[in-house]
């Protein structure tokens, strides 16, 4: 479980866990793979494809197809839902060189117009 400050470099973003994980779970010890559902540091897409490319290469079957989960007679019309966001720099939401990040230049050849939307709206 992450707790406290995720200090972490632009350079993290390149290390590949797949070989860790591979041995977490040949080991028989669980893993419960969860991103947030605004989480800046672990996003959706990625854990999804994280967990697709680990059933693949360990050849593990799709038991049960991606979708909302719900456990034994919970009825979810009766939860609700806050989401708290932290605008401090102590966050943790930031990588540790964000200062040096914003400084780095989009490429020339390609900018957030050529994706047919638009990120800073």
Known sequence: MCRG???YTYADGSIDILPLLKRIIQNHIPVWVFSGDEDSVVLLLGS??????LAHDMQF???VPYGAWFQKGQDPSKFVVAVVRSATADSGAAPA???AEEKK???AEESDDDMGFSLFD
């Open 5 to 7: 400050l995720l200090n």
């Open 61 to 63: 079957k799709i038991t």
């Open 105 to 107: 230049e989009e490429p």
């Open 48 to 53: 999804r494809t994280l967990v697709r490319e």
């Open 97 to 99: 060189s964000a200062a």
